[in-house]
Each structure stands twice: as structure tokens, then as C-alpha cells.
């Protein structure tokens, strides 16, 4: 099975970042053992759009429709509680995307993920 991740990270420092400082996401696709780069995907960053916060967030949430599970340093309360209304899975990473990645596929995680999960946070260990 493959599963849809999107990172929310910078491509070229691949340092994960908190969702409402995001500029871009990192998209790939994970199955058994292996990651493809699907693309990278520029967003406003949430916490940037001052009065047009829920505007942002509504286009963040549209843009990443075909993802199953958003991953990023760390998410707030309204962030969480929109992405699991819209049936997407947030996991919290201290790290890079890469080190993200490479916990994920020791793990098995595209063999052992469910989809429609109603767990919508899991840490999933620090890069730290």
C-alpha cells in the first residue's frame, strides 16, 4: 500500500517546520520500503496571513486533499482540528525530512498505516 505524505519543510535545508511557518511541502509517497519525491508545494505560511489566517489554512488543507498524513515539527490545536475534519493524519517530528523518512520506512510505517485512522497525532521519535 502506498501511503501520501506530505512534509512541512524548506526542500533545500530539509529542516522540518512548525505547519504555521511553512512556506512550502514536501511531498512524497511511502509503500513498503521506499520513498518517492512526488513535489514540493508552495503555501503561504499560515501563521504569516494575519487576518487571512482561515483563508490560508482552508488553501493549505485544499492543496494537500490528496495526502494522507501531513507531518511537521509540530502543530497547533485549530491546525490539528482542521486537517482531522478533513480526513488527514498529522504527525509531529523534531528533524529533518529526511531523518522523518528514514524512521518511517525502519518502522514500516507504509505497511502498518490504516487508512481513516482516528489516531490524527502520533510522535514519531525526535531527530535530536
Do not use: W
Not at 533545500?12 to 511541502?25: I, K, T, Y
Not at 497547533?76 to 522523518?100: Q, S
Not at 525502519?106 to 487508512?115: C, E, I, N, T
Amino acid at each position: 500500500m502506498t501511503v501520501r505524505l506530505a512534509f512541512a519543510g524548506d526542500s533545500e535545508n530539509r529542516q522540518l517546520d512548525h505547519f504555521g511557518h511553512a512556506q512550502e511541502f514536501v511531498v512524497y509517497d511511502l509503500d513498503d520500503s521506499t520513498a518517492a519525491l512526488v513535489e514540493t508545494r508552495a503555501i503561504d505560511a499560515f501563521c504569516a496571513a494575519g487576518p487571512r489566517g482561515d483563508d490560508a489554512l482552508a488553501a493549505t488543507t485544499n492543496l494537500l486533499s490528496d495526502c494522507q498524513i501531513v507531518i511537521s515539527a509540530a502543530v497547533g490545536p485549530c491546525v490539528y482540528d482542521a486537517l482531522a475534519k478533513n480526513g488527514l493524519v498529522t504527525l509531529e517530528y523534531d528533524g529533518t525530512i529526511d531523518e522523518a523518512l528514514a524512521q518511517l520506512i525502519a518502522r514500516g510505517f507504509g505497511r502498518r498505516y490504516a487508512p481513516g485512522s482516528t489516531r490524527a497525532t502520533v510522535n514519531v521519535g525526535s531527530g535530536s
